[in-house]
């Protein structure tokens, strides 16, 4: 059954009318329901880690708007967490954690790794259980370069300088955490899709603040490391990647790592989105803002992006997460008028 849902099909080179359509974050603080199970949870790592409750809100959006994807409840910062980092989210101030040391990194347990990511593991299988027969499921992790932003700095920074000043002065420490979170989050990857995952996306959510050697270093050869190793056990699993801001990266980055899917930011042109398509599925780029905004700003976003691409292999998708203060009915809104197009 996995291999006929829409989503799936996509990602496997089909053009369908209309796209099958989901959102980033489409789980969260703009549904009244969220809210309340939030305020249930206690605290944001705790609704990760219980499986009654981080299936439920995945659930949420699938009830209210009956996307074609739901996306597993999570955080990219559980790999870091399951390996023995400390980490915290405060309002206001997203996650935090206690930046790592050169030496602390040769030191990073990951013997209880799986364990840890247990409860993660059995919200997908019940996920899975839940949805109905036709919802593609989703699994995730952030990409090594990602991921090690946050670890050295400890939170997250407007171009994530202090990631990037430690790639160039301890490089070789560096490479030791890339490859560690490369092979670990394969396995994470890995362990979802024998959960039940149909497909995987890697949110590598910091690639654009790369130069272009770094880029190919931190960005492209570890998700090719990750792919490779997704692969090498299920080929006909579909990865997605998201080189958030990699502008004319995207180019060579499917051919370069592997992936089947391209996400798209909203900053990228679709012109060359239309160019991306000739080598599979895209996916995205609505900007966010223009959900918030509605009315004509919201029509004329989707109207041009279906124009530009939906002859071709599209997942229609927002640029980046929806934001929390985007009104519901302009969700409802852009999807009537996305599944219009049929």
């Keep these: 059954m996995g291999s006929d849902r829409r989503l799936i099909r996509v990602l496997k080179g089909e053009s369908l009318s209309p796209p099958p359509l989901w ?3 489409q789980a969260g603080r703009y549904l009244p329901e969220y809210r309340q199970v939030r305020k249930e949870a206690g605290s944001f790592l705790d609704l990760c880690y219980n499986p009654d409750l981080a299936v439920e809100v995945t659930m949420q959006p699938i009830r209210r708007f009956g996307f074609d994807a739901s996306i597993l409840f999570s955080d990219i910062l559980v790999v870091p967490h399951a390996l023995g980092r400390d980490l915290r989210f405060e309002e206001g101030r997203g996650p935090l954690m206690t930046p790592i040391g050169v030496s602390e990194i040769a030191d990073l347990d990951v013997s209880d790794f799986h364990h840890r990511l247990a409860p993660v593991y059995e919200t997908v299988s019940r996920l899975r259980q839940s949805l109905p027969a036709e919802t593609a499921l ?18 997250g920074t407007p171009d994530q300088a202090p990631a990037r000043l430690f790639a160039y002065s301890e490089p070789e420490a560096m490479d030791r955490l890339i490859g560690l979170l490369a092979d670990i989050s394969a396995d994470y990857l890995l362990r979802q899709i024998e959960a039940g995952a149909d497909t995987v996306q890697i949110f590598d959510s910091w690639a654009g603040v790369l130069g272009e050697e770094e880029f190919t270093r931190f ?27 990699a502008g004319s990266r995207f180019d060579d980055y499917r051919a370069a790592t ?7 930011d909203w900053t990228v042109p679709l012109a060359q989105a239309r160019r991306l398509q000739a080598d599979g599925a895209v996916q995205g780029n609505l900007d966010p803002l223009r959900l918030v905004a509605g009315g004509d700003a919201l029509d004329r976003g989707v ?26 009915a302009h969700v409802e809104a852009m999807i009537a008028r996305v599944r219009a197009r049929a």
């Design 23 to 25: 959102m980033m974050r």
């Design 138 to 155: 989703i699994g995730f992790c952030g990409a090594p370069w990602t991921v090690a932003t946050y670890m050295i700095a400890g939170h």
């Design 219 to 245: 960005c492209v050869k570890p998700v090719a490391r990750m792919v490779a190793t997704i692969k090498e056990r299920y080929p006909d699993i579909p990865v997605i990647g998201f080189p958030k801001g």
């Design 258 to 264: 592997g992936v089947d899917g391209l996400g798209l």
């Design 303 to 328: 109207d041009r992006i279906l124009e530009r691409l939906s002859d071709g292999p599209l997942i229609f998708n927002l640029g980046h997460g929806i934001t929390p203060q985007t009104p519901i």
